[in-house]
């Protein structure tokens, strides 16, 4: 293929959407209830990301892996219909003590900002979540290939989220599979995800 558009990536999103939201249904998970906790599983300081590496000594990671002060699971849970990963740390000992409760709903380290391609670039809005990984590989691979062009503009009372309606176009890398990471695996199992194309 030599040019595809997101719209083949934002009519895969939403088929997955319905997926969820049909799976969530059929199971009668509701919002905020947890449906499923596992212990947390560390691996080696040395196979953790240049982030964590950069930002805690082993010393550090070593401690707060094997703390005997707290504990930490895995959790998953479901929001409007979409499976959602969490984590969990709380105190091991827990007996007649009360604790505050801190929220840190991480928004992410990994934004792409879209700005206008002029001297005094304009911030115009971020690369949805859901395109980050592979928008951010095609361009590892070839920044110039991917080309993003206002196609609408909403004015209010569209919601603010909802003004700026861009196409993504670039050109696919042979072997360059959308979709096909960790980050998106099928909700239920035993179905398979297929693009069309």
């Known amino acids: 293929m030599v040019m595809n558009h997101s719209k083949c990536w934002v009519a895969s999103l939403l088929a997955v959407s ?3 939201a049909a799976f969530s249904q059929q199971t009668g998970a509701t919002n905020g209830a947890i449906i499923d906790q596992k212990p947390c599983v560390f691996g080696p300081y040395e196979q953790q990301s240049e982030f964590t590496r ?3 000594s082993k010393e550090d990671y070593d401690y707060a892996k094997s703390s005997p002060r707290t ?3 895995r959790i998953e849970y479901r929001s409007d219909g979409l499976r959602v990963v969490g984590y969990l740390v709380r ?9 505050p409760v801190i929220i840190f709903n991480r928004g992410g380290f990994l934004v792409l900002a879209l700005r206008t391609d002029d001297p ?3 911030l115009v809005g971020y690369c949805p979540r859901y395109l980050l990984r592979d928008t951010l590989d ?3 691979k070839d920044p ?3 080309d993003v062009a206002v196609e609408r503009i909403n004015l209010p009372p569209a919601p603010l989220q909802l003004r700026l309606l861009c196409n ?3 050109h696919w890398p042979e072997g360059f599979v959308p979709f096909s990471g960790d980050s998106y695996q099928p909700i239920v199992a035993g179905v398979e995800a297929t693009l069309a194309t």
């Open 120 to 122: 005094n670039p304009f």
């Open 138 to 140: 095609l361009l590892r």
């Open 168 to 170: 993504m176009s670039a």
């Open 71 to 73: 504990e930490c699971s």
């Open 54 to 56: 950069r930002y805690y």
């Open 18 to 20: 319905a997926l969820t």
């Open 91 to 99: 105190p091991r000992d827990i007996a007649s003590r009360r604790f």
């Open 144 to 146: 110039k290939s991917l």
